[in-house]
């Protein structure tokens, strides 16, 4: 008698369930990095209550530029005006005198003071003796570190009337030359004093930015033939072209913050032709003669400029280099 023997059923486990989909975590909320990296997050808290306080909070004061402020009333104004302010400083020949000075020697520091970081980080790229370097660079670093006070007093000695260019000067049998008095030699004044403090360390970023370069790059160009100057041409700059871009849209960002306190410690009633920016005269106007809104007026125009001006360096960097803050 034959049988028939029946097929064997399958070995295999049968394959799990799917979870209901009520069950799925995604791991791509905001909440679950929240949970994960708490720690990290944490850190930001300081930063951010000290951005709310000290810069976003006060942003309410501006309300007053288009309201009559009186002291120790409303901290928000007593009365609606409007554009008063805003047609009076329009109106006025001072505040377009301080706010050409404003532009020029921000133009000037963007000129001189954006470029030359780049050329001495070159240099120092280019070094090969690696103490001669270190020793350099720290040199370079010092007057940044440097109080603001204790730079203008600096300038203001070496410029003085018995100072040590006037000193210079008369051991060659010229004349001695009030520099502060003159307003024809601020922008000099300011704009070496600016390249001294700061060029040295704005190379650290691009200094970091070359260690980032791949080195086959310099491999390919030596074997193709290239020189030092044609590596540096070819790979150096382009390789640091996207941290340029980035500083020099923050750059036009502050455009017209050109710095305060040194503008102040150095101006006086002599050199104000030339001497006297927008920060200075809103200082003068609203703190020491108490027009609160006429200069809260004139600094919300400043900041409107300023932010038309990083949003167009962005917007053109982005279009021309691919490269942009956001």
């Given at each position: 008698m034959t049988t028939t023997s029946s097929t064997p059923a399958s070995t295999q486990p049968p394959a799990p369930a799917a979870p209901p989909p009520s069950r799925i975590i995604r791991t791509d909320t905001w909440r679950h990095h929240l949970r994960k990296d708490w720690r990290l997050y944490s850190l930001l808290l300081l930063p951010l209550v000290f951005l709310l306080i000290f810069r976003y909070l006060p942003m309410a004061g501006n309300?007053?530029?288009f309201r009559r402020y009186r002291p120790g009333s409303n901290i928000f104004g007593d009365e609606w005006v409007g554009f008063h302010y805003i047609q009076m400083f329009i109106n006025d020949p001072k505040f377009w005198e301080v706010f050409w000075n404003t532009v020029i020697l921000g133009g000037l520091t963007l000129?001189?003071?954006?470029?030359?970081?780049?050329i001495l980080a070159l240099m120092f790229n280019e070094v090969r003796s690696h103490k001669f370097k270190r020793i350099a660079q720290s040199i370079s670093y010092l007057p940044h570190f440097m109080s603001i006070v204790i730079v203008a007093g600096i300038v203001m000695q070496l410029t003085?009337?018995?100072g040590t260019i006037n000193q210079v000067i008369g051991s060659f049998g010229g004349e001695a030359i009030q520099f502060m008095a003159l307003p024809e030699w601020f922008r000099t004044i300011y704009i070496s004093s600016e390249v001294w403090q700061t060029v040295g360390w704005g190379t650290i970023l691009y200094l970091a930015a070359l260690t980032t370069i791949d080195t086959q790059l310099y491999e390919a160009a030596r074997i193709d033939g290239a020189n030092r100057w044609q590596q540096m041409w070819h790979v150096t700059i382009p390789g640091l072209m996207p941290t340029m871009v980035v500083l020099l849209v923050l750059n036009i960002g502050t455009f017209m913050a050109v710095g305060f306190e040194k503008v102040l410690l150095l101006q006086?009633?002599?050199?104000?032709?030339t001497g006297d920016v927008i920060a200075t005269y809103v200082y003068r106007l609203g703190i020491s003669n108490g027009n609160f809104s006429y200069g809260t007026a004139i600094g919300l125009?400043?900041?409107?400029?300023g932010l038309i001006l990083i949003l167009s360096a962005n917007y053109t960097a982005r279009r021309m280099t691919g490269t942009s803050l956001w």
């Open positions: 309300v007053i530029a000129l001189v003071c954006f470029p030359l970081p780049i003085s009337i018995n006086n009633p002599l050199i104000y032709q125009f400043e900041a409107i400029i």
